[in-house]
């Protein structure tokens, strides 16, 4: 991990966590220390998404998305965006964080246009027939997948708004997408524990069916890509993280440990050794993917941790 794990600027290692306590806290990533602990009102935090140059943190729960300087002291939040309604599922960031993208259970996918002055106003906005539980920008930043409850997910082209739908399992509720960094593999859970991956070709990317992996007995939660495209993490209801070789789809690792309760979230490093995973039972943890251990525990959530954050860019 490079950088000093205090957060703040591009070259440093920002480790950010939320939950049900309605705190976001910022930890130093080598030592396990909380810097700052920052009040998220009103709700839960669903999800967490550090933007491009680690300055802020964007936080999403119910009918609202808030922004956090990450620099600075001030525990509250810098900026509010407001006229959401019912609770918002997922969080990102365009490339160069000029604009976010965010979904949620009032069955829309937003962009917000982050160069226009304050409030901060919606700039497109792309309905579906059900809540929103996912949504992930592709690399080349013209397609953003959501998916849902209703099991489609939809592929919006953002340059024509032309969309169209994938349904990998017939009444089985999308939790999550990913898309690895090249842009050539897609993956999706669902709530029935399965994994269906897809290979992304073309331009724009079609996506043609790859495989379906049994990954987990229980509700499957989340699902990320390694930096280096060779992992896939999927974490679930049934109190584990495993990781699948993209190679052939093989297990790698399942990340077990006895406390632990649901994994509702997970992050890699950017050399893809370790992976941070967020849980039930109010901790993070740090493992070392090559050897299978846990390396760090995180603690100082009184409740659930639903979502994690983690950037360690070297500029």
């Not at 939040?77 to 160069?96: A, T, Y």
């Not at 390694?226 to 790698?252: F, H, I, K, Q």
Request: glycine share 8%; proline share 5%.
């Amino acid at each position: 991990m490079a950088g000093d794990g205090t957060g703040g600027s591009g070259s440093q290692v920002a480790l950010v966590t939320g939950g049900y306590d309605h705190t976001i806290k910022l930890w130093q990533a080598h030592s396990g220390v909380c810097l700052r602990t920052m009040q998220h009102p009103d709700s839960q935090v669903n999800d967490l998404e550090i933007n491009p140059n680690s300055q802020m943190v964007a936080a999403c729960g119910y009918q609202h998305i808030r922004m956090y300087d990450l620099a600075s002291a001030n525990p509250d939040p810098v900026m509010n965006f407001e006229g959401v309604i019912k609770n918002v599922s997922r969080v990102g960031f365009q490339e160069n964080g000029q604009w976010m993208y965010t979904g949620g259970e009032d069955c829309t996918a937003r962009i917000w246009d982050l160069r226009a002055g304050r409030p901060f106003q919606c700039q497109q906005i792309f309905q579906v027939p059900a809540p929103v539980n996912a949504v992930v920008l592709h690399p080349d930043q013209s397609q953003i997948m959501v998916g849902g409850q209703s099991g489609i997910i939809h592929i919006w082209d953002l340059k024509t708004d032309h969309n169209e739908q994938l349904i990998p399992e017939a009444e089985s509720s999308i939790q999550d997408i990913a898309i690895d960094p090249e842009g050539k593999m897609m993956a999706a859970v669902n709530n029935k524990g399965n994994c269906y991956v897809w290979s992304l070709g073309g331009s724009p990317p079609r996506p043609v069916p790859r495989k379906h992996l049994r990954a987990h007995d229980k509700y499957a939660l989340r699902c990320k890509f390694s930096p280096d495209s060779t992992m896939l993490v999927t974490t679930s209801g049934d109190c584990s993280a495993r990781v699948w070789r993209t190679s052939d789809w093989t297990l790698m690792r399942e990340l077990r440990h006895e406390t632990q309760r649901w994994v509702w979230d997970a992050a890699f490093t950017l050399d893809s050794r370790y992976l941070f995973t967020g849980s039930s039972d109010s901790y993070a943890r740090l493992w070392d993917l090559e050897k299978g251990t846990l390396e760090r525990e995180y603690c100082g959530h009184q409740k659930p941790i639903t979502a994690l954050a983690f950037r360690d860019q070297a500029v």
